[in-house]
């Protein structure tokens, strides 16, 4: 038992690591634009580059895992990161960054695929619901001090607060003094090389994977991917994952070129936000899914981000400051509505289709790109516009499916009750 829970503990620390890694990007791109005088699309191939990684990994990374077994899989994942953050941080070019986060990409696409049924197997299958929550709300915390984190190493790397600190006096040795915001790949790659030893000296239990937690055959790929339902809920989580990086990336920079807000203080802050009340809307999420059919809380859910996302680009600064946070809130339970109602939509090979759905986060690679070239031509507020169609895809779903299996609610069990007596 004690070495079960210090696996979910392990689990979770992976959770917060993977989201502190990957969404330090968002308060960044000021960062980047001005310190490679990047235009937007430029800036927006750093994202795409990382989120790439997802679509092209996703389904290797699931044959690797059984082949290999876990441990060894994420302590190749960690170093890969690792790599990735240490060449950054050591030769900060944008070229660099390119390649560097990519490999970053793929390392955090293995530990995602790996970590899963490590956690049912750990907590036991019967707390893996409660488990697998809690560890996205881990995630999410740690996407909201991500940019905290940020702000306090842009702001003290100073010669006065060098002297107070001993870790910012390091941090300031080995970081130029133009560029200080690359500190933060120094911070990643000592997270990375203490997730190596901790890993490598834990025990871990056997992991028998589920139907639904096998990678599948080519076989079973080829005959969903005839289907086209299946192409449907790909491109629902194609658009989601667009919309919430399209949204979560240029938060920061349109507050600047419209607003005037600082992005290392203000700006990083509304991304936090951003993230912070994502993780407070899968609460309030949680709670409406047992009151609610799940088709309808996402339409209104995704109505609801509209309206803010419009708030947000032809609002008042005041307005925008606080209608980009919002639109967070609001596109928290996208993500599992739409993944429930997809497997929930299929009698069979859910372990394969999960694979293709998880390939869909590739849309945080074309968001915030494609926002960024309209951006170059015809103003950031305009290439934010794209958001209504990528949200409007996910508002979409609400109407059109038809799942096999509808979510529980406490109507619908009182009802079934009924019926039984």
């Not at 530990?111 to 490590?118: E, Y």
């Not at 996205?136 to 996407?143: D, R």
Request: net charge positive; hydrophobic share 55%.
């Amino acid at each position: 038992m004690a070495r079960n829970r210090t696996m979910v503990g392990l689990v979770f620390l992976t959770f917060f690591v993977m989201s502190l890694i990957t969404n330090i990007l968002n308060p960044l791109i000021p960062d980047i634009i001005s310190s490679y005088r990047a235009t937007l699309t430029a800036a927006a191939l750093l994202p795409l580059s990382l989120f790439i990684a997802y679509g092209v990994i996703s389904i290797p990374a699931g044959f690797w895992v059984e082949r290999f077994a876990e441990k060894p899989v994420m302590v190749a994942a960690f170093l890969a990161t690792m790599a990735g953050t240490l060449s950054f941080a050591l030769f900060p070019a944008y070229g660099v960054a390119i390649a560097s986060l990519f490999v970053i990409g793929a390392g955090m696409t293995v530990l995602q695929v790996a970590i899963n049924p490590l956690l049912r197997v750990a907590g036991g299958e019967e707390h893996f619901a409660y488990n697998s929550t809690l560890a996205q709300l881990i995630f999410g915390l740690a996407s909201a001090l991500s940019p905290l984190l940020y702000s306090y190493l842009v702001e003290n790397l100073s010669g006065a607060s060098q002297q107070r600190n001993p870790l910012l006096a390091v941090l300031a040795a080995v970081t130029p003094a133009r560029l200080p915001w690359v500190s933060v790949y120094w911070i990643f790659s000592a997270c990375c090389i203490v997730m190596v030893l901790v890993i490598a000296w834990l025990k871990f239990p056997l992991v028998e994977r589920t139907e639904g937690e096998r990678a599948g055959s080519v076989q079973m790929y080829a005959a969903l991917l005839r289907k086209p339902l299946v192409w449907f809920y790909f491109l629902s989580i194609f658009c989601y994952v667009a919309s919430e990086q399209g949204t979560s990336n240029w938060i920061s920079e349109f507050l600047f070129r419209y607003h005037g807000y600082d992005p290392h203080t203000t700006g990083a802050s509304a991304v936090a936000w951003f993230w912070g009340l994502m993780t407070a809307g899968c609460l309030v999420g949680m709670g409406l899914l047992k009151l609610f059919d799940s088709r309808k809380v996402l339409i209104a859910f995704s109505i609801a981000a509209l309206l803010c996302l419009t708030a947000a680009l032809f609002g008042s600064s005041r307005v925008a400051l606080y209608a980009f946070p919002s639109v967070g809130l609001f596109a928290s339970v996208m993500w599992p509505v739409l993944i429930s109602l997809a497997l929930n939509s299929v009698s069979e090979h859910h372990g394969p289709f999960t694979g293709i759905l998880s390939t869909g986060i590739v849309g945080g690679a074309a968001g915030p790109f494609i926002i960024g070239q309209i951006g170059d031509h015809f103003g950031l507020r305009a290439g934010l516009c794209f958001l209504y169609l990528t949200f409007g895809c996910v508002l979409s779903v609400g109407f059109w499916a038809k799942p096999l299996i509808t979510n529980a609610t406490v109507q619908l069990k009182k009802a079934v009750a009924e019926r039984g007596t």
